[in-house]
């Protein structure tokens, strides 16, 4: 039948959106029952926040100084380029912050996650951990999950002074503004609910990209092969669901916190 | 081959009510596919040493994984120190699984720790002092003479040494039942002799009850045929027509139990795949 692959397709969706449910409603359990293995979290700390701290600068600093040199072309048809820091201020803390470092840091650490994990699977070590009676959900997948929803949420606020940083200089060298007149503007159109609606977004996506990282790497199958297969699926599925939580979360923020 | 340094199990808490530590009744599993195990059943004593024999792929290491529940069934029923475990929930398992241990195929040694944090795993989540740790974790690599591998890692150990610290890591908890997946699989004769030695070192100074999964029907003799020498600290062949009583053999065509008795039953079967097995 020519429908049958399509068939085959649609059952293993399903069943990976099924087993991907128990598998994060597990996880999410786990976050809140002893034991947490401390050592473990500290070095997954380490490890995903400040190992992840270069690139979240640098894309911080790049994303802030393209924001400011893009916004600053349209402002000055209107006669307004003395908004851009608020522009600037106000699409990193609410929208670019969150959502960029949720997704460099799915790309460094959900597919180290996942091929980590993998090869323990393959190699049979996630067995032998069972089999010496430890649950390898709370002794690997909870630290990392606990660790990424903690070091996403200061790597945001990270990216976020730097995305500032960032369009303060491009304002300032490039496109020749006062700079004190950007921070004011950056400074005073910021208002508490923007603030916590940049917050709370990273605490979702860290849990999401650091889930699908674990969850990958914990189903793979089929070897090495499997291993590589599950990293891609990790890096896509995380960096797709982000954006898509996003636009689920902005709307229900918006709500919440007009 | 030294004494045993390892501390034999103080009471060496039997099954319930001295029944069998493991029983398989009409169990059967599938991947999608058709069933890898189809209605096996049988038991394995307190004391007893099991070796299921057969070809590669008839689901001889899918038997050992139901056995402490790695793996659950399609049907039927598993019991492991009398306790029902087919459907046990997983984090239920675990207090169980302590109670046994494991050797896989490739060893399955964490790779990113030590030797001695391999073979200490057990004892570190069990929050056991360090020095207590040491002490023990250096006792079972002289069990199987590796003393020297206590800070290396495992990559730096060939497949016979990695093999050996598996063993370690599975005594070193002295458990109630071993189990042993292909522990020569893939290691020259010489090492392999060497891993059966323990084995069988491990059966005649501890008698905790193992089931040992192979495909080489010569470790399986060598097991029947030797017992451990304390004195000579060596296993020795047991005298010409005599074997091992508490070891017995059973043995696996696609997925089903064809063969359930001693060596000297296996030897005398009539059933064709048992004859060209041992052929």
Same mark, same amino acid.
């Given at each position: 039948?020519?429908?049958?692959?399509?068939?085959?397709?649609?059952?293993?969706?399903?069943?990976?959106?099924?087993?991907?449910?128990?598998?994060?409603?597990?996880?999410?359990?786990?976050?809140?029952?002893?034991?947490?293995?401390?050592?473990?979290?500290?070095?997954?700390?380490?490890?995903?926040?400040?190992?992840?701290?270069?690139?979240?600068?640098?894309?911080?600093?790049?994303?802030?100084?393209?924001?400011?040199?893009?916004?600053?072309?349209?402002?000055?048809?209107?006669?307004?380029?003395?908004?851009?820091?608020?522009?600037?201020?106000?699409?990193?803390?609410?929208?670019?912050?969150?959502?960029?470092? @949720? +997704?460099?840091?799915?790309?460094?650490? !959900?597919?180290?996650? &996942? /091929?980590? *994990?993998?090869?323990? #699977?393959?190699?049979?070590?996630?067995?032998?951990?069972?089999?010496?009676?430890?649950?390898?959900?709370?002794?690997?997948?909870?630290?990392?999950?606990?660790?990424?929803?903690?070091?996403?949420?200061?790597?945001?606020?990270?990216?976020?002074?730097?995305?500032?940083?960032?369009?303060?200089?491009?304002?300032?060298?490039?496109?020749?503004?006062?700079?004190?007149?950007?921070?004011?503007?950056?400074?005073?159109?910021?208002?508490?609910?923007?603030?916590?609606?940049?917050?709370?977004?990273?605490?979702?996506?860290?849990?999401?990209?650091?889930?699908?990282?674990?969850?990958?790497?914990?189903?793979?199958?089929?070897?090495?092969? @499997? +291993?590589?297969?599950?990293?891609?699926? !990790?890096?896509?599925? &995380? /960096?797709? *669901?982000?954006?898509? #939580?996003?636009?689920?979360?902005?709307?229900?923020?918006?709500?919440?916190?007009? | 081959?030294?004494?045993?340094?390892?501390?034999?199990?103080?009471?060496?808490?039997?099954?319930?009510?001295?029944?069998?530590?493991?029983?398989?009744?009409?169990?059967?599993?599938?991947?999608?596919?058709?069933?890898?195990?189809?209605?096996?059943?049988?038991?394995?004593?307190?004391?007893?040493?099991?070796?299921?024999?057969?070809?590669?792929?008839?689901?001889?290491?899918?038997?050992?994984?139901?056995?402490?529940?790695?793996?659950?069934?399609?049907?039927?029923?598993?019991?492991?120190?009398?306790?029902?475990?087919?459907?046990?929930?997983?984090?239920?398992?675990?207090?169980?699984?302590?109670?046994?241990?494991?050797?896989?195929?490739?060893?399955?040694?964490?790779?990113?720790?030590?030797?001695?944090?391999?073979?200490?795993?057990?004892?570190?989540?069990?929050?056991?002092?360090?020095?207590?740790?040491?002490?023990?974790?250096?006792?079972?690599?002289?069990?199987?003479?590796?003393?020297?591998?206590?800070?290396?890692?495992?990559?730096?150990?060939?497949?016979?040494?990695?093999?050996?610290?598996?063993?370690?890591?599975?005594?070193?908890?002295?458990?109630?039942?071993?189990?042993?997946?292909?522990?020569?699989?893939?290691?020259?004769?010489?090492?392999?002799?060497?891993?059966?030695?323990?084995?069988?070192?491990?059966?005649?100074?501890?008698?905790?009850?193992?089931?040992?999964?192979?495909?080489?029907?010569?470790?399986?003799?060598?097991?029947?045929?030797?017992?451990?020498?304390?004195?000579?600290?060596?296993?020795?062949?047991?005298?010409?027509?005599?074997?091992?009583?508490?070891?017995?053999?059973?043995?696996?065509?696609?997925?089903?139990?064809?063969?359930?008795?001693?060596?000297?039953?296996?030897?005398?079967?009539?059933?064709?795949?048992?004859?060209?097995?041992?052929?």
């Amino acid at each position: 039948m020519a429908l049958d692959p399509i068939e085959k397709a649609a059952k293993n969706i399903v069943l990976t959106v099924q087993d991907y449910s128990l598998f994060a409603y597990r996880a999410f359990l786990n976050l809140w029952r002893p034991p947490i293995y401390w050592p473990e979290f500290l070095v997954q700390a380490d490890i995903i926040g400040v190992g992840s701290l270069s690139i979240v600068v640098l894309s911080g600093l790049s994303t802030g100084g393209v924001l400011a040199l893009q916004s600053a072309a349209t402002l000055s048809a209107f006669g307004a380029t003395a908004v851009t820091g608020q522009f600037v201020s106000l699409t990193m803390i609410r929208e670019l912050g969150p959502v960029l470092t @949720g +997704v460099m840091v799915s790309g460094r650490n !959900a597919s180290s996650m &996942a /091929s980590e *994990l993998g090869s323990m #699977v393959v190699t049979e070590q996630i067995d032998a951990m069972r089999a010496l009676g430890v649950d390898p959900m709370r002794k690997l997948v909870t630290p990392r999950i606990f660790s990424t929803i903690v070091m996403l949420f200061f790597l945001t606020i990270v990216a976020d002074a730097c995305g500032i940083l960032g369009g303060a200089a491009v304002t300032v060298f490039m496109n020749h503004q006062n700079g004190t007149q950007y921070l004011d503007m950056a400074w005073e159109h910021l208002h508490y609910p923007d603030i916590v609606q940049g917050l709370v977004k990273p605490l979702f996506f860290g849990y999401i990209l650091s889930s699908i990282g674990c969850f990958y790497g914990m189903r793979t199958s089929g070897g090495t092969e @499997g +291993v590589g297969r599950a990293t891609i699926q !990790a890096v896509v599925s &995380a /960096s797709v *669901l982000i954006i898509f #939580v996003d636009f689920l979360l902005t709307q229900v923020l918006l709500r919440l916190l007009p | 081959m030294n004494a045993s340094p390892i501390s034999q199990p103080q009471s060496p808490a039997p099954a319930a009510d001295d029944g069998p530590v493991v029983a398989f009744r009409n169990v059967s599993i599938a991947f999608d596919g058709p069933p890898v195990l189809e209605d096996v059943s049988f038991s394995i004593a307190p004391g007893e040493t099991r070796v299921l024999l057969g070809p590669a792929g008839v689901g001889k290491s899918v038997l050992l994984k139901l056995t402490n529940g790695l793996l659950r069934p399609d049907c039927g029923s598993i019991q492991l120190f009398g306790e029902e475990i087919s459907h046990m929930p997983e984090e239920m398992l675990f207090p169980l699984r302590t109670r046994t241990g494991m050797v896989f195929q490739e060893g399955a040694l964490f790779d990113s720790l030590t030797v001695r944090d391999n073979v200490a795993y057990q004892l570190i989540q069990e929050r056991v002092p360090d020095d207590e740790i040491d002490s023990r974790v250096r006792d079972a690599l002289r069990f199987v003479e590796l003393e020297e591998t206590f800070d290396l890692y495992p990559a730096s150990l060939s497949g016979g040494m990695r093999r050996r610290v598996a063993i370690a890591r599975a005594f070193i908890h002295q458990p109630e039942l071993l189990l042993y997946d292909s522990p020569t699989g893939g290691l020259d004769p010489v090492t392999s002799t060497t891993i059966i030695e323990l084995i069988v070192k491990e059966r005649d100074v501890c008698h905790t009850p193992s089931l040992m999964v192979t495909h080489r029907l010569q470790d399986a003799f060598i097991l029947c045929n030797h017992r451990f020498d304390p004195e000579l600290g060596r296993m020795v062949l047991l005298p010409k027509g005599e074997t091992d009583p508490n070891t017995t053999f059973l043995m696996l065509e696609e997925g089903r139990l064809i063969f359930d008795g001693s060596l000297h039953e296996l030897v005398k079967s009539q059933n064709k795949f048992v004859r060209e097995f041992l052929q």
